[in-house]
């Protein structure tokens, strides 16, 4: 089972990046996913997350309007299109998959497996 995060880089404030979250071992249908981040010395944080036929969405308050979590359950893929980007943004984003379908939670300890992590920095 592997969770690989990408898509992470260095963007200028209003910028953009597209996360990628590429799924194998396993069948991305039966799972919620969600993307976290971490900046050093706090803990992971909810940012988004879809259910697994994605009708359900969620946000918390400081992305909503600016990131879009979407999923291809053909391609095992997860995705997280972040547009204009603040410094607060900067972080280590993770990708987790919650083996129950119809959630969406954005606290970590329901999520089975966790990629590595790609970083985000936002700076000019």
């Known amino acids: 089972v592997q969770l690989q995060a990408s898509g992470g880089g260095l963007v200028n404030p209003g910028g953009s990046l597209n996360l990628s979250c590429a799924a194998s071992?396993?069948?991305?249908?039966?799972?919620?996913m969600g993307w976290f981040r971490q900046t050093p010395g706090k803990e992971r944080e909810g940012v988004s997350c879809i259910s697994s036929n994605a009708q359900i969405t969620y946000h918390r308050n400081s992305v909503k309007g600016r990131f879009t979590i979407s999923r291809d359950n053909a391609k095992n893929t997860v995705y997280l299109q972040m547009n204009n980007l603040k410094p607060e943004d900067t972080a280590v984003y993770y990708c987790g998959a919650e083996r129950a379908p119809w959630a969406c939670r954005l606290t970590r300890y329901e999520y089975d497996y966790w990629g590595q992590g790609t970083q985000v920095t936002v700076s000019s």
């Open positions: 071992g396993f069948i991305l249908d039966d799972y919620a």
